[in-house]
C-alpha cells in the first residue's frame, strides 16, 4: 500500500479573546500523556434490528507489543461455541501462542481492569456502536451526556442466578454530536477504591473526593476525520493511512473468526498511524479531544496564546 498523501486543509476558527487571568494559587496542570497501554478490540452482532452480540476480538498492546489476545462470545448456538474452541485450540497448536476464549461477563472483567482501573486507551472504529454491544442495559444520559444515553455493562447473578446490574461498577455514557463524533466517557461509581480518585497528573498523587475518571477513549473514525477533514469507511481509512486490509468472504467459521481477529490487528496499526500522524502537530491535544479540525485549529491557538476561543 502506498503512504497516504497529506494535504494542506484550511482551518477558520472564531476566536473571541478574553483577557488572561493571573492568580497565584492556580495549580499547574502537567501536559496529558498517551497511556502505554492500548485495548483494542471489535464486536460482530446479530444482523437484525435488536444487534445483540455474537462474538469479538481484543488485543491488549503496551509499548507496540500484544501482551494478550482474546476472542469473546454471547447468545451463540452450541455449534457456534465449539467452533471458537476447536479455532482457538487449532491456532495455540499451529502457533504456539495463547488466544484466550471468554464469555462476554469475563471480557468485560478484562475491560474494567485495563479501561478503568489500567486507564488503557479503550480502541475501536466506529467506538460507541461496539460498546453499545456489549451493554447489559441503556438509558437516558443525565448531567453532562444529557441528550446521549447511559450503558450498564458490569453485572453480577444473584442468589436465584438471575443477571443484575453492577451498581458498584461505572456506566458509560455516549452523546452524539453528528454520524461521525461522540462524546464518550465513565460515569462516577458507588464506592471508589481510593486509586480512582487520583487525578492523571496529579502533582500530589492523593485521591480527590469526589473525582471521575472519565476514561480514555478513541475512535478511529473520529480521529480520521478530524485529521483529514474526510469521512472514511474503516476499509478506506486503512487504505488511505497505508494499512493492509482486505475483507475476504468467510466460506466457513474459522475464516470468518480469523477476519475478525485480522480487523483488530488493522485497527491497531491505523490507531498507530493516526496517533503519529497527529504527533506531528506541534500542539498539547489528546487524541481522544480531537473531534475535528477545528479541534486542530483551536489547539493551535492555545498553543500561541490565544484564549477564550471556542
Known amino acids: 500500500m502506498t503512504n497516504p498523501e497529506i494535504k494542506s486543509l484550511p ?11 493571573v492568580d497565584g494559587n492556580m495549580r499547574s496542570k502537567k501536559p496529558w500523556q498517551l497511556p502505554e497501554g492500548m485495548l483494542v478490540f471489535h464486536t460482530v452482532a446479530r444482523n437484525d434490528a435488536a444487534q445483540k452480540l455474537l462474538m469479538g476480538s481484543y488485543q491488549l498492546i503496551v509499548g507496540g507489543h500484544t501482551l494478550e489476545e482474546g476472542l469473546f462470545y454471547e447468545n451463540l448456538s452450541k455449534p457456534g461455541r465449539q467452533a471458537l474452541k476447536d479455532y482457538v485450540a487449532s491456532y495455540s497448536a499451529d502457533s504456539g501462542d495463547q488466544i484466550l476464549l471468554l464469555n462476554r461477563r469475563e471480557f468485560l472483567k478484562v475491560f474494567f481492569e485495563l479501561a478503568y482501573k489500567a486507564r488503557c486507551l479503550v ?22 451526556f444529557a441528550g446521549g444515553f447511559s450503558l450498564g455493562l458490569w453485572t453480577y447473578r444473584d442468589k436465584n442466578d438471575r443477571e443484575r446490574l453492577n451498581g458498584f461498577r461505572p456506566r458509560i455514557c455516549i452523546k452524539y454530536i453528528d454520524n461521525k463524533r461522540a462524546f464518550t466517557g465513565f460515569t462516577a461509581r458507588n464506592s471508589p477504591d481510593p486509586e480512582d480518585l487520583i487525578p492523571d497528573g496529579s502533582p500530589c498523587g492523593e485521591p480527590e473526593p469526589g473525582y471521575r475518571f472519565p476514561g480514555y477513549f478513541l475512535d478511529l473514525r473520529t480521529l480520521a476525520f478530524a485529521l483529514t477533514d474526510e469521512v472514511y469507511s474503516f476499509e478506506a481509512a486503512c487504505e488511505a493511512f497505508g494499512v493492509e486490509y482486505a475483507r475476504e468472504p468467510a466460506l466457513v467459521p474459522e475464516e470468518y ?20 500522524e497527529l504527533a506531528k502537530h506541534p500542539i498539547a491535544l489528546p487524541p481522544t479531544q480531537a473531534f475535528s479540525p477545528a479541534s486542530l485549529g483551536k ?7 490565544i484564549e477564550g476561543t471556542r
Open 123 to 144: 480502541i475501536a472504529s466506529n467506538l460507541p456502536f461496539h460498546l453499545s454491544r456489549l451493554a447489559f442495559n441503556s438509558a437516558p444520559a443525565r448531567g453532562y
Open 257 to 276: 473468526i480469523a477476519d475478525i481477529r485480522r480487523t483488530v490487528v488493522a485497527s491497531a496499526e491505523l490507531a498507530a498511524k493516526l496517533l503519529v
Open 299 to 305: 489547539a493551535y491557538l492555545r498553543a500561541m496564546g
Open 11 to 21: 482551518i477558520g476558527v472564531r476566536v473571541f479573546p478574553a483577557p488572561a487571568v
